[in-house]
């Protein structure tokens, strides 16, 4: 509607957020009005308002009493650090942290533009979040809206909670460990694979595809995707203890060159067919399983 609008303004982790009103004084407890001073006269300052779509759905937490739900849309992937939570913002929501299915709302996004959808639940919402608060998001980000069906419904999220017991995140505990929030062991600790699919020859080694790499370059037992000492034998230093499957991983073509390393010229560089007296290799074990 045509009409005077005030614009509120307030700092929320380190940026700055606005709201509009039509009102001269929104609410109690709101910060005093931003004046712009210069010199001369004041430049106009323009907004353009536009129409949007929205999401809604429902959050669930199991254990998200107290506190509040930050439900928020961002024009790219939250990046694992939450680093790019601010700059790419479209859209933010707050519910109260008190039933453990709550219904949420999203409004004012873009139509035609990838848009992800994420919660977090904390009591205290240090940034970025840390242990002991829940975190989750759509599915099936991103999504994309049309004018033509301008509103999504059912877009539900469940939270989980981020925990030391899983590093990436992905409801699968580390290897060792247990929480409330994590099942199982996990086959790639450090990447985040919810599925655990393991098919990489050889099939089930207990190494996750996303971080399987079955190559064990210093022959210590320990593969190196998890290997504390890659170059250097170092037996029983490892992190993980994922065993070399059998031989072969041992006597691999670590630099992908077609020659097995025990006769090769150059282990950690691409020298095509030279063995150790720099003749052409007779023979080369390729397809030894290591993945780059």
Partial sequence: ????????????????????YQDADPG???????????????PDINFVLTTGGSVSGTITCENCSGGQIIS????????PDFSNLLDKLIS???????????????????????????????NQFNFPPEAGDYFGSYEANPIILREANPDLTEIDIHLKEICESD????GICNRGESSPSCNGSDNCPSDYNPSQEDNYPPQ??????VCD?????DCDSDVDADDVATFIADFGRFEFNNPC??????????????DVDSVDVEKFMEDFGRNHFNNPCPTCEVGDWCVY
């Fill in 167 to 170: 590093y990436d995140c992905d």
């Fill in 245 to 258: 499957a059998n031989d072969d991983h041992c006597n691999g073509d670590c630099e992908c060159d077609g």
């Fill in 1 to 20: 509607p045509t009409g005077s609008y005030y614009v509120r303004t307030w700092s929320y982790y380190q940026s700055y957020l606005g709201e509009w």
């Fill in 213 to 217: 790499c079955e190559c064990n370059f």
């Fill in 28 to 42: 109690e407890g709101d910060p005093p009005p931003v004046y712009v001073e210069a010199p001369n006269d004041t």
């Fill in 92 to 122: 933010l929501g707050y519910i109260d942290g008190q039933a453990e299915s709550s219904p949420y709302t999203l409004i004012g996004l873009p139509y035609d533009t990838r848009v992800w959808i994420y919660a977090w639940w904390s």
């Fill in 204 to 209: 089930g080694n207990g190494i996750g595809d």
């Fill in 72 to 79: 928020f849309a961002l024009s790219e992937e939250l990046a």
